[in-house]
């Protein structure tokens, strides 16, 4: 079966600007989380989406957003970039809430 | 926080030797699984263990889970050198439903 499909893979932006990321969970799965992932901070998590709703936020100001459509696939946002915005972003997907699978990531990078 | 704590931070083995590395957590949990990454990449699933478990095996994979002393152990059994990535222990506490904590991860390299 597909695999969790996040896009792009990579993007450059700049300060100010805003970028909104996309990830196809697996077929049936209906949670979707978001992770932020740098190296001085490790993975944060960011949103979990379940059913269309958010279940559960992390610790991120609300430059940080989310949604997930009726199709389990889900979008975040990020507005007015800052350069500590830069990191891997990964997205996960599961059945329930557990036994997550990633994809791959989106690498943002914000000049 | 609620966040795991990997040990060692970095490890470097030789090929076909064994490799352990050790997750500390804060609270009581619900799962903790373990996770791999290679440079740069998304994290594969490696196996999770329930908090009413003690031990679990997956091929070459042992993990053991303490709760009293809240650590958890992943063993690799006769390390190749494909094996080279990072590992990350993930915990959920029981009072935050489905969010999931990593721990700093640990980065191991297995020397051909």
């Known amino acids: 079966k597909a695999g969790v499909t996040q896009t792009p893979r990579y993007l450059i932006k700049t300060r100010g600007q805003q970028v909104t990321l996309s990830c196809s969970p697996i077929?049936?799965?209906?949670?979707v989380s978001w992770y932020q992932q740098t190296p001085g901070q490790g993975l944060q998590f960011l949103f979990e989406?379940?059913?269309?709703?958010?279940?559960n936020k992390g610790n991120f100001p609300g430059r940080f957003s989310g949604r997930q459509f009726s199709n389990s696939r889900s979008e975040m946002n990020v507005s007015t970039l800052e350069l500590g915005d830069s990191a891997l972003y990964l997205c996960a997907s599961s059945p329930q809430g557990s036994g997550y699978t990633f994809g791959s990531g989106t690498r943002l990078t914000v000049v | 926080s609620q966040q795991g704590e990997e040990d060692p931070q970095a490890l470097s083995i030789q090929e076909g030797e064994n490799a352990t590395m050790n997750c500390s957590y804060k609270t009581s949990i619900n799962n903790l699984q373990w996770y791999r990454q290679n440079s740069g990449r998304g994290l594969v699933h490696l196996i999770l263990i329930r908090s009413n478990e003690r031990e679990k095996h997956s091929g070459r994979l042992r993990v053991t889970l303490d709760t009293s002393k809240k650590s958890s152990s992943l063993l690799i059994t006769a390390s190749r050198a494909a094996d080279t990535a990072s590992y990350f222990c993930a915990t959920d506490a029981r009072d935050t439903g489905n969010q999931f904590y990593f721990g700093t991860g640990t980065s191991l390299t297995v020397i051909p």
């Open positions: 077929s049936g799965h209906r949670s």
């Open positions: 989406y379940f059913s269309e709703t958010q279940r």
